[in-house]
């Protein structure tokens, strides 16, 4: 069992930056893929980035548009995202998860019924 234990949101203003961190316990962070999804009030859940097992290959949402940055230190079994340049419309809870299959393409893990982990969330909330 791998659990996902996420820190780093908070309250912050349009234009600032956060960083998140997300840290499995039980697996290291290069056995898995590790997303990053959020949801904001009255919207489903959608994907953002993700950080694949093999090579550590990047793969990011349309909107994320060079902003934010995923990237894992295994040395601290760790994974981050870091958002810079926020905007209000990044406000939402935002999930940790990984997937322990190793997909053929990219494309599978923006789907969130190919995880099987997540973490419990953190809030990100940008203020105008």
């Known amino acids: 069992q791998v659990q996902l234990v996420e820190s780093g949101g908070g309250l912050v203003q349009a234009g600032g930056s956060l960083r998140l961190s997300c840290a499995p316990s039980?697996?290291?962070?290069?056995?898995?893929?590790m997303g990053w999804f959020r949801q904001a009030p009255g919207k489903e859940r959608e994907f953002v980035a993700v950080i694949r097992r093999r090579g550590g290959n990047t793969y990011n949402a349309d909107f994320v548009k060079g902003r934010f940055t995923v990237s894992r230190d295994n040395a601290n079994n760790t994974v981050y995202l870091q958002m810079n340049s926020l905007k209000p419309e990044d406000t939402a809870v935002y999930y940790c998860?990984?997937?322990?299959?190793?997909?053929?393409?990219?494309?599978?893990?923006?789907?969130?019924?190919?995880?099987?982990?997540w973490g419990q969330g953190t809030r990100v909330t940008v203020s105008s």
């Open positions: 998860a990984a997937a322990v299959a190793d997909y053929s393409a990219s494309r599978y893990y923006t789907r969130d019924v190919n995880y099987d982990y």
């Open positions: 039980g697996r290291t962070v290069s056995s898995l893929a």
